[in-house]
């Protein structure tokens, strides 16, 4: 052990002793439940990071599901089963702007903010 190590841990002990951690909030309460419990503990150090960075795991889960269902609509037989498939995804890819428009202030897209606040107003403002 190093000499500052030392020092420290005996300047905590004198607080403890001393009762300068006895009026902290949260005292003798258990720790908040973690929000990454599920993820394994070798990658969340990982995942601490990109969130702090402002990475987001469910955008990210939403981005594949769009990805998939752009798959699935060029896929499609029947025009019906397209328009259905194209409903769904326009609805989620609404969201998903919403949802990055909240965290960020911002949408993806200059053009595409235009015409959402355009197709808003229209909607929700008659």
Request: some cysteine.
């Amino acid at each position: 052990m190093d000499f500052s190590f030392l020092v420290s841990e005996d300047k905590i002990k004198k607080a403890y002793q001393n009762g300068e951690f006895s009026n902290l909030p949260g005292f003798g309460k258990p720790l908040p439940k973690d929000s990454l419990a599920s993820v394994p503990e070798e990658l969340r150090m990982a995942y601490r990071v990109l969130k702090n960075a402002g990475y987001s795991l469910e955008e990210d889960r939403i981005r594949q599901e769009l990805l998939s269902m752009e798959d699935l609509i060029r896929s499609c037989k029947t025009e019906e089963e397209k328009m259905d498939l194209q409903k769904k995804y326009n609805e989620k890819l609404w969201r998903f702007n919403k949802m990055v428009r909240e965290r960020t202030g911002t949408s993806h897209s200059k053009h595409f903010s235009e015409y959402q606040k355009k197709v808003e107003d229209r909607l929700f403002l008659k």
